[in-house]
């Protein structure tokens, strides 16, 4: 069962009372229900002034940067660019309503996708390759990011959803406050690969209300292969610990929208790539049994998969009814589409 947020939970009972709102909401069939929401948490970084401390520290750390597990260590404040390609200015290629995105997510407005241009991970079997490897999408100043934002609160979506946002992140909270502002108040989604430097999620505490890493293998020799990532497992799982430890298992509302917590996505591969086993043991043993985790079908070849098998095919229905098995063995219990 979803944990809401009128119901008494141990996770909702860390929240501290002062940051929630109680206010009167339309509900999906129009009638008026009272719900308990969150006012996002970098509504009091922004008041307190804390979150201009994040974006000098942030910004910093971009001089010789170390934002991502990379470190390439070049100065993108003027512009050098490293294994992610973006320097200075946020690079976006879209921004929209999305309605494919996990339902707590999704409601019935959309989760406001801002998809952002290049990534730090090298998946041969990228499926948005030509966003991520080719680089779709143009230089925006903070500013144009910021109404991207409040166009997307302004449309009805129920989250401001940063898909890839690893290796922008100081653009990202660099152009908060400026939709801060103008009213920005919905929860803040961070939907990456979940190849993270630990350092900078320590950065994030406050600001998102919402992660939603992959954990996308079970062993670096997958990760080295098929991704360039030979450290993938032990930065994934340090910084989902992190960001479990910020935010908790996730919340929904009386709505069933999402409100804070952690999802987190596994791409079931050919022939066991991903790991599934070590995955799904690695989260009920050491984030959360209660954890919200989206077991994914979708797997397709694109990009350079072709080339290495055994990513050169679809999954079968065995494979993926297989990983639901293993999920349950291990002892999780929210799984998407599945229990709830
Ligand atoms: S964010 Fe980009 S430049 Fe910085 S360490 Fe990662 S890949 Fe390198």
């Not at 992190?242 to 804070?260: F, K, N, P, T, Y």
């Amino acid at each position: 069962m979803p944990i809401r947020c009128k119901e008494v939970s141990s996770t909702f009972a860390r929240v501290p009372r002062s940051k929630l709102l109680e206010n009167a909401c339309l509900s999906r069939d129009g009638r008026q229900a009272l719900v308990m929401r969150f006012q996002p948490s970098y509504i009091r970084l922004y008041e307190t002034g804390e979150l201009a401390g994040r974006i000098e520290s942030l910004d910093r750390i971009l001089k010789e940067c170390v934002i991502c597990p990379r470190r390439c260590r070049v100065d993108r404040t003027v512009c050098e660019r490293g294994v992610c390609g973006v320097g200075t200015l946020p690079v976006v290629s879209s921004h929209n309503p999305h309605f494919g995105e996990e339902p707590p997510l999704v409601g019935w407005g959309g989760s406001g996708t801002i998809f952002m241009t290049y990534c730090n991970l090298k998946c041969v079997f990228c499926q948005n390759y030509d966003i991520s490897h080719l680089g779709y999408g143009e230089e925006v100043s903070c500013g144009e990011l910021a109404a991207m934002m409040l166009e997307l609160q302004e449309s009805g979506c129920h989250n401001i959803n940063f898909v890839t946002p690893t290796h922008q992140i100081a653009q990202i909270v660099r152009s908060l406050p400026l939709a801060v502002e103008k009213g920005l108040k919905l929860p803040l989604v961070y939907n990456c690969g979940g190849y993270e430097a630990v350092e900078t999620i320590r950065f994030l505490d406050g600001i998102f209300d919402i992660y939603m890493p992959d954990i996308k293998y079970g062993d670096d020799e997958a990760a080295a292969r098929y991704s360039g990532a030979k450290d993938y497992v032990e930065r994934c799982r340090e910084s989902v610990k992190e960001m479990h430890r910020q935010v908790g298992d996730l919340v929904v509302d009386s709505r069933g929208i999402a409100q804070r917590g952690l999802i987190i996505r596994h791409l079931v591969m050919p022939d066991g790539v991903a790991g599934t086993r070590e995955v799904m043991r690695f989260i009920a043993r050491e984030i959360s049994r209660n954890s919200y985790v989206n077991i994914m079908d979708q797997y397709r070849p694109c990009f350079k998969a072709f080339d290495h098998p055994p990513l050169d095919r679809r999954i079968t229905p065995e494979e993926f009814d297989e990983a639901l098995s293993i999920a349950r063995e291990e002892g999780i219990t929210r799984l998407a589409g599945i229990t709830e």
